[in-house]
């Protein structure tokens, strides 16, 4: 009795772990999946046929206790979202919590996720940095762009394509138009695509340009003042 939490492709296929498929085919008894229909599509693909269940944002507090249940019961359960690896920016933090509450083993597999390829690919730091994943639309929205314009490190937001222009305008407010960052969009899919510069290039970049998939943003850290020696 088991939880697994498996990373699913964020785009190529190819990008499923070994380790995932086997225990998607071999080991689970039940794949509990964000969305059935859109995971049906993978497992599909790579002939896995075993029994699903649907888990998300809307379901979940209804549902985990239910799937705790089946594993206390001798069940292996599989965790996936619809790309990427469960919890982050994904449902599967409530069922894992759960899990670690009642005593059930759960076991991560590494894997996929999108905002590690594009901290890489941006060419800004890398050995600090913080993910923040989606931004409050409305509520807290300006007071945590303000915090995330403090932070000593750089920080990776998720966007959405028809957010993208606002949220460049308001980092270059609170961050200073200069600042350093780049916006990668359709990771590991074909038309993948990784822009860099400052945010007010970006900006207007994509004003012109309009963005379309799903899109990470990186933006660097303040530039450290040099400190000046004094005789005194």
């Known amino acids: 009795m088991k939880l697994f939490v498996v990373p699913t492709p964020i785009g190529n296929l190819e990008d499923i772990t ?19 229909r859109t995971s049906s599509f993978m497992l599909s693909h790579f002939e896995i046929k075993k029994p699903m269940q649907s888990f ?13 249940d089946r594993i206390e019961n001798g069940e292996v359960v599989a ?4 790309a990427g690896t469960p919890s982050i920016s994904d449902p ?24 590690v390829p594009a901290l890489v690919d941006s060419g ?52 200073g138009v200069e600042r350093q960052a780049s916006v990668s969009r359709e990771i590991s899919k074909k038309f993948e695509q990784t822009v860099r510069g400052s945010l007010k290039e970006l900006a207007s970049h994509f004003t012109t340009t309009p963005p379309k ?11 450290r003042q040099k400190r000046t020696e004094s005789n005194d």
């Open 124 to 175: 800004l730091p890398a050995d600090c940095f913080m993910f923040v994943g989606f931004l409050p639309v409305k509520k807290g929205r300006q007071t945590k762009l303000k915090e995330l314009s403090e932070l000593s490190c750089t920080f990776i937001l998720y966007e959405s394509p028809h957010r993208l222009v606002k949220t460049l305008e308001q980092l270059s407010e609170v961050c």
């Open 92 to 115: 599967g933090y409530l069922l894992v919590r759960r899990c670690v509450d009642r005593g059930v083993e759960v076991e991560c597999l590494p894997g996929a996720t999108a905002f």
């Open 79 to 82: 965790l996936i979202s619809d």
């Open 56 to 68: 998300h944002k809307f379901n979940e507090h209804s549902a985990v206790d239910r799937i705790v």
């Open 18 to 36: 070994l380790r995932a498929l086997r225990i998607l085919k071999d080991e689970a008894t039940l794949i509990v999946a964000e969305d059935t």
């Open 213 to 223: 998939g799903e899109i990470v943003v990186v933006v660097a850290p303040p530039k």
